[in-house]
Nanobody, 123 residues
Framework: QVQLVESGGGLVQAGDSLRLSCAAS????????MGWFRQAPGKEREFVAA????????PYADSVKGRFTISRDNSKNTVYLQMNSLKPEDTAVYYC????????????????WGQGTQVTVSS
């Protein structure tokens, strides 16, 4: 059983940056692909970015490409989401998720989820 704990959310202004972290425990982190998803009020959960177990594959949603960067540190069992040039439309609860080895853009493909961290971007 894998436990995931997100941190790093907060209230920022448009154009600012934030770095989210997701610490994993209870599994072999280096065998998991990790994903970041987000859910805004009244909207469905949507894919943001993912990283394969090796770090060699990092797909992004078109809406964040060029602004967000996903990375992982297997020595710390942690995945990060660096978010730059934030926009009000990035406001959402951000969740990290884990699945075996390979990335997937579909939330239902992930087996483990964190509790989420709120990101609010004011204009």
């Amino acid at each position: 059983q894998v436990q995931l704990v997100e941190s790093g959310g907060g209230l920022v202004q448009a154009g600012d940056s934030l770095r989210l972290s997701c610490a994993a425990s209870g599994g072999t982190f280096s065998t998991y692909a990790m994903g970041w998803f987000r859910q805004a009020p009244g909207k469905e959960r949507e894919f943001v970015a993912a990283i394969s177990f090796s770090g060699g594959n990092t797909p992004y949603a078109d809406s964040v490409k060029g602004r967000f960067t996903i990375s992982r540190d297997n020595s710390k069992n942690t995945v990060y989401l660096q978010m730059n040039s934030l926009k009000p439309e990035d406001t959402a609860v951000y969740y990290c998720a884990a699945r075996s080895y390979y990335t997937n853009n579909y939330a239902g493909a992930y087996d483990y989820w964190g509790q989420g961290t709120q990101v609010t971007v004011s204009s």
